[in-house]
């Protein structure tokens, strides 16, 4: 019983969402005051992750998050960073084991569905051309249309680590 809470433990953590950053350390961050989502991206053949409406979402929210933060949104013109922002999505199988069998001595393999959702934001300045800060979110969910729930939620996540403490 022990080692089926552990494997439920280590399960709930391979679902969790995963955000990672990096960013050009040579930028001061301090500079940018105003942005502007300039292109985006969504790479899934399923209709819940690629539509209208979850672009509509993912900007609202990256606008939200950036707002919040200071910044201000420029709808048209010139903007001291450009947003671009790709959703991908991918089928793959992971081979799950735990113990089973008569007092747990034998093992039982599983395989188990997922559909990976990343999210990558970009913010780039355009002065010079160049990708200053770069977010990336990964949620891990068997169903897609789960995964465009918590888009919110890695887009706030993300962006969370805006701008970047320097060491």
Known sequence: MKALGIACLFASAALAQKITTEFDEAADFTKYKTFAI???????????????????????????????????????????????YTLGSGRRVEVESYPAGWRGLGTRVVRVPYAEGTLVIDLRDPSTRSLVWRGIATQEKSDPNQLAGKLDDMVKKALDKYPPKKK
């Open 38 to 84: 300039r292109a985006h991206q969504l790479n899934s053949k399923n209709a819940a992750l690629n539509s209208e409406l979850v672009r509509k979402k993912i900007d609202a929210d990256i606008t939200n998050a950036l707002t919040a933060k200071g910044l201000a949104l420029v709808a048209e013109g010139p903007s001291d960073l450009n947003v671009r």
